[in-house]
């Protein structure tokens, strides 16, 4: 059983042996089926109330018993978790029911989660255990996210979610209500991508956010070759001497373990081509320490994020399932980028890279596009430059948005029925609250 304390060589990961419980060491649990920006939301909320942070991450067992079916396996689960720029250790097989035995093996004091109940089978709160113990703290929960809104989406096939310009949104110019009604919902929105926009203790600055502003013919197609111009939205991390200049771009719809490995392999392949260069020898990590007070990777990814429109043209149906401020947000918490750039044209032309703040990329990366009925080959243009580069398949290949809603449309009355038994412990919840 995955409540059981497990014996000394027996826990899913290391340290095998006790660590010293430390009020700086926070433990978070839940099940992050197909992660989104609330999930990280919670992660970086924990994260700046210590300076460790580990994710228990429930077996999909436990999930199927205590909550219903999971739409992802344990192991793309756990990727999601890894990928979160401010995870410091996944816990796969965590209990359900929080455990003091398993937080306190893992050396963490505090265990974090929103400030809605979860229940198990029993209808008990799961966090029961340690609250009696004082080693319960509570975060704000992400609004106007969740996996319920997700597959809700994905069942009745709504566009209501999709954002016409994210620009005009922040700024109050666009979306429902009155003037001040749209001014805060922009501040708020323009706070979120700030807090994402952090480093590994969430607390400095990190990413550094852009928006390309351009025509939708541009946007969707590039042929033309419009210049259109890049504004930033928040300052953060700029590229560090010596770092290749690295281009990345999709609709990182439903963002998960697809897209997560694409970008992992972008670091690796990157790291291969630093090793060949040096760029890992002893003399070389010395050196940069010594001029520049640290060390620091060889390569600055920049990811390209396109807007609905430009996804809706290209995939049809009700795609993307998030819009761009959420799948902004998802690949902005990711460890493996650098950079993002909402409203990212289809093609990346000359003229745009050319106009990016940090120079021209030694390289664009892409992975073999199967989702997208293409007419053309948007990255003709890298490819005639020299510098396009493909990420071969790997273990995740096939998951990616389509793949997702293809397993909730295959099991819909398993998932329909989750949402109802979701709604009905909600209500349960809120009355004890």
């Avoid at 003399?283 to 990777?297: A, F, L, P, T, W």
């Amino acid at each position: 059983m995955d409540a059981a304390v497990p014996s000394r060589g027996h826990w899913p990961v290391d340290p095998q042996e006790d660590v010293v419980v430390s009020k700086d060491r926070i433990w978070i649990d839940g099940c992050f089926d197909f992660a989104h920006h609330g999930h990280a939301g919670a992660m970086l909320q924990a994260r700046r109330l210590g300076k460790e942070l580990l994710v228990g991450v429930h077996s999909d067992q436990e999930i199927l018993e205590n909550k219903g079916p999971t739409v992802m396996t344990l192991e793309e689960r756990v990727a999601a978790v890894d990928a979160c720029r401010w995870s410091t250790q996944s816990i796969p097989h965590a209990p359900y029911v929080t455990s003091l035995p398993w937080i306190s093996h893992y050396g963490c004091h505090y265990v974090v989660h929103g400030d809605d109940i979860t229940s198990d089978s029993s209808g008990e709160d799961c966090y029961r255990y340690v609250k009696a113990a004082g080693r319960f703290l509570v975060v704000a929960r992400t609004p106007g996210i969740s996996t319920t809104d997700l597959v809700g989406r994905m069942l009745l096939c709504t566009r209501t979610h999709f954002i016409k310009s994210l620009p005009k949104l922040l700024s109050g110019e666009e979306g429902s209500g009155s003037p001040e009604e749209r001014r805060v919902t922009g501040e708020a929105m323009s706070q979120r991508i700030k807090d994402y926009a952090t480093d590994e203790s969430g607390l400095q600055p990190g990413p550094c956010v852009m928006s390309w502003n351009g025509s939708i013919s541009a946007k969707i197609g590039g042929e033309n070759g419009e210049e259109g111009t890049l504004s930033v939205l928040f300052n953060g991390q700029y590229p560090k001497p010596g770092q290749r200049l690295v281009y990345v771009d999709g609709g990182f719809d439903l963002f998960s373990s697809g897209h997560i490995e694409f970008l992992r392999q972008v670091i690796h392949a990157e790291e291969a081509i630093g090793r060949e260069k040096g760029w890992y020898n002893d003399e070389s990590i010395q050196k940069r320490k010594s001029q520049h007070g640290e060390d620091y990777s060889s390569a600055f990814v920049i990811a390209g994020v396109h807007d609905d429109e430009v996804i809706n043209h290209w995939k049809g149906v009700n795609y993307p399932i998030m819009n761009i401020f959420e799948r902004g947000l998802c690949v902005l918490q990711c460890r493996y980028i650098s950079s993002i750039i909402f409203s990212a044209p289809f093609t990346p032309t000359v003229s745009y890279l050319r106009s990016l703040p940090f120079g021209f990329p030694s390289a664009v990366y892409h992975g073999p596009t199967s989702f997208i009925p293409l007419t053309y080959d948007p990255y003709l243009p890298a490819k005639e430059c020299g510098i396009y580069k493909e990420i071969k398949s790997h273990n995740f290949q096939h998951v990616n948005a389509g793949e997702i809603v293809e397993r909730i449309m295959k099991s819909r009355a398993l998932y329909e029925e989750r949402q109802r038994i979701k709604a009905e412990k909600a209500k349960k919840e809120g009355m004890l609250v």
